[in-house]
């Protein structure tokens, strides 16, 4: 069964640092990654979307990147500001389960002005 | 674009009763939808996948008579937390494909059910 981790579980970084988030999953057969944003209370963004054949997605300030054989993907978020504060989390799609999200616990990052 | 519209976005209600959340997928076809929930500080978990027209598969623990899920028609399907315990108090969200393909997964708003 396919286990998500994502570390650290907070985050707090003055505005204008870089962000990096870490996600590790324990099975390779993996169909694609996503990256999500949630704010309190709310539903969730879809940020980035990793196929399981590329190694980067980019889009604005944000990049991930993936490495299957090791069972990692990392989120960066360039420059941060205030409105990037949110509990930020990753998922997987395994090539035996359709349609079905396994997520990580999050990360919740604040950035203070 | 492909919207998921969840109803209600939170409740409260006493023990014992019956609460009823729906997702409508607008401008697109929802043949599965998949229902997740979330407790305080954990991840998000899937409880269940319906597909239209016929019985909702449920994940390893989630009670299916205790989660009423119905998915009648290509843009509705809802989810019923019969005789709600304070246990049961959690985010509960969907999420549905807009095609044949899931690289693209419409979430709806979520609902934060609080039973007293």
């Known amino acids: 069964k396919q286990e998500v981790t994502q570390i650290p579980a907070a985050l707090s970084v003055p505005e204008g640092e870089n962000l990096v988030l870490n996600c590790s999953f324990t099975d390779s057969a993996i169909y694609n990654l996503q990256w999500f944003r949630q704010d309190p209370g709310k539903g969730l963004t879809s940020l980035l979307l990793?196929?399981?054949?590329?190694r980067e997605q980019t889009s604005g300030r944000l990049n991930a990147s993936l490495d299957k054989s090791s069972g990692r993907s990392t989120l960066y978020i360039a420059a941060s500001q205030p409105g990037d504060s949110a509990t930020y989390l990753c998922?997987?799609?395994?090539?035996?389960?359709?349609?079905?999200?396994?997520f990580g616990a999050g990360t919740q990052v604040v950035v203070t002005p | 674009g492909a919207v998921v519209s969840q109803h209600p976005s939170w409740v409260i209600c006493k023990s014992g009763t019956s609460v009823k959340i729906e997702c409508r997928s607008l401008?697109?076809?929802?043949?599965?939808m998949f229902w997740y929930r979330q407790f305080p500080k954990q991840s998000l978990m899937l409880m269940a996948t319906?597909?239209?027209?016929?019985?909702?598969?449920?994940e390893q623990g989630v009670e299916k008579d205790k989660f009423l899920i119905n998915h009648a028609s290509l843009t509705l399907s809802t989810l019923t937390v019969t005789s709600a315990h304070p246990e049961d108090s959690s985010f509960y969200i969907c999420?549905?494909?807009?095609?044949?393909?899931?690289?693209?997964?419409?979430f709806g708003s979520g609902t934060q059910l609080s039973v007293l």
């Open positions: 319906s597909n239209e027209g016929s019985k909702a598969t449920y």
């Open positions: 999420s549905a494909p807009d095609g044949a393909g899931v690289e693209k997964l419409f």
């Open positions: 998922a997987t799609i395994s090539t035996d389960s359709w349609g079905k999200l396994q």
């Open positions: 990793i196929q399981s054949s590329q």
């Open positions: 401008d697109f076809q929802a043949t599965t």
